[in-house]
Each structure stands twice: as C-alpha cells, then as structure tokens.
C-alpha cells in the first residue's frame, strides 16, 4: 500500500540504522494498511491536532497525516529516529512538530494553545503504555485536553482496560478507566505484524472520556481500589481493614455486602466507597486523602 510518495517503510529503516532496541520496548509497524487502521479508528482527522507518542520510522506518523490532521505533535524517546521522521515532516509542509523527548515527563497540555484539544494515537512502547494511560487517566481539571485516545497495548494490558466486575482481568486499571472513560478493543494485532515479532498479540484500545464521571476524590478512589485489589480473594472487610476505619460500617454505607470480592464490585460501588471513606475520615478529624 501507498499512502504518500515516501519510502517503504523496511527501506526506512534500512537507511537510517533503525534495528529496534528492547531497551526502549520498541516493535516497529510496517504495514502501512496496518497503520491507516489504527489512524481510522479515531475518526475523522481532517483538521485536528493529534499526538502520537513513540513515532519510530513514522509509519503511523504518516498513515495520521495521510488522513487529514492539521497538525501532528511526534514525541520520540529515540534520537535516531529523528532523521527519519524529519522526512516525513518535509513531505507534510508545517504539519509534523517533533519533540525529541521522554513522553512520560512530557507536558501535554503545555504543547497545546489555550482552548486546544487533541487527540492521542500512538502504538505505544510496552515498557511505558500502563503508566502513560494512568497518567492520562488521572489528569486535573476533568474533562480532559484530550477527545479520545487510540491506543495500542499488549492484549494482557488491554483486557485489563476493558474488564467488567467478575472478569479474571477486572481490577484497579479498569476500575479507573471505567470511572473517567469508556473503552473498548478496537481489533488485535497479530506479533506478525511487527519487527521484531513480540511474543505477545496486541490490541488496539480506543478509549473516550466521559464528560461528567461520578464525582469522587482521584487519590480516595486509588487508595480504595489498593486496599481491595490488594488482597483481592478476600472479603472486603478484611481487604478494607488498611484504610484505617470501622470496615463494616463503610461497607454498610456504600450499599456492599462485607462477604464480597474487590473482583465483583462495579466502578459504581468503588466510587461509593471512596466517597464514603473519605466522609469517614472527616468525621473522624482524620482530614482529606
């Protein structure tokens, strides 16, 4: 597939030396019919800014641009790939920005102008894809300077995204994403797809944030979801007993039975919780989380 007069993607990174390094958790994308996908799975593009993080050889980089972007913000880690997605800016005449950078220390909202949004796409390192999600999940003031993220993780990661109460995969990251957002698996992809091969399938994860979320305290709602994830076979009021309060009396007021798992409580009943823990704390002089 052809999506611009650029390069195959092999030749690319046969000129600029580009062997992945384990290191950074790098797998590159070569199928351009692979890259126009993932792009598309965040809908229409034509004249939004959107960031990416770990461009690589800049093969999704292009497939965003292919589709209509106005302006993308490339955040690479690796200092050789930079060469090669200065190309791909001279192809898209003031539409690429790189940022040679750690995306995990980046300010997003600082590369945006005051009433920007964005959107996020990216096939994202594996070594970073968790506490990136977590960091984007947890940003302040809410709603988000984001309109959706377009994901890709290892299949493990994403199906602890997307699990409901009662699955084998059901726990903290999911109860977060739950509370601020709601997401789905797009598709798999194959190790396949990738150079080097991993050893894993991946899956790409489109993940929207809702407008208005439960209201609850972010660090409550974590402190909560530790206790009861933490010892999650447990009935939580023995798994509650480290949040320092009368356990039976929290869950009395939540609306949870004290003989139930962490793994079968819904977001609503974690949000429930936490507000109540904190209520609990205050009443008590304990203070705020």
């Known amino acids: 597939m052809s999506i611009d007069n650029l390069p195959p993607l092999r030749d690319v990174i046969r000129d600029h030396g580009l062997s992945a390094l384990k290191?950074?958790?790098?797998?590159?994308?070569?199928?351009?019919?692979?890259?126009?996908?993932?792009?598309?799975?965040?809908?229409?593009?034509?004249?939004?800014?959107?960031?990416?993080?770990?461009?690589?050889?800049?093969?999704?980089?292009?497939?965003?641009?292919?589709?209509?972007?106005?302006r993308v913000i490339a955040i690479e880690r690796d200092s050789r790939c930079v060469a090669a997605l200065a190309e791909v800016a001279a192809n898209y005449p003031g539409r690429l920005e790189i940022i040679e950078g750690d995306a995990l220390e980046t300010d997003y909202r600082a590369l945006l102008a005051a009433d920007e949004r964005a959107l996020i796409?990216?096939?994202?390192?594996?070594?970073?894809?968790?506490?990136?999600?977590?960091?984007?999940?947890?940003?302040d003031p809410w709603p988000p300077w984001y309109e959706s993220l377009t994901l890709m993780f290892q299949r493990e990661v994403a199906e602890r995204i997307v699990a409901a109460p009662g699955d084998d995969h059901y726990g903290r990251l999911a109860v977060l994403t739950g509370w601020r957002a709601q997401a789905h698996i797009a598709f798999d992809v194959p190790p396949s797809a990738f150079v080097p091969p991993p050893k894993v399938?991946?899956?790409?994860?489109?993940?929207?944030p809702r407008r208005a979320p439960l209201p609850c305290s972010?660090?409550?709602?974590?402190r909560v979801t530790e206790a009861g994830f933490g010892q999650r076979r447990k009935m939580l009021r023995q798994s509650l007993k480290s949040l320092g309060v009368d356990t039976g009396a929290l869950l009395e007021a939540a609306g949870i039975a004290p003989t139930e798992r962490a793994e079968r409580v819904t977001v609503e009943g974690f949000v429930a919780l936490a507000n109540e823990w904190v209520a609990m704390r205050q009443a008590g002089g304990a203070g705020r989380p």
Request: charged share 10%.
């Open 201 to 208: 399938t991946s899956s790409v994860v489109h993940i929207t």
């Open 23 to 70: 290191s950074l958790g790098q797998n590159f994308l070569l199928d351009l019919n692979l890259t126009s996908k993932i792009a598309r799975t965040a809908g229409r593009l034509d004249g939004l800014t959107v960031i990416e993080v770990g461009p690589g050889p800049g093969g999704l980089t292009r497939a965003i641009l292919a589709l209509g972007a106005r």
């Open 218 to 222: 972010l660090k409550a709602l974590e």
């Open 121 to 139: 796409i990216a096939n994202l390192p594996y070594n970073v894809g968790t506490p990136l999600l977590v960091g984007w999940l947890s940003v």
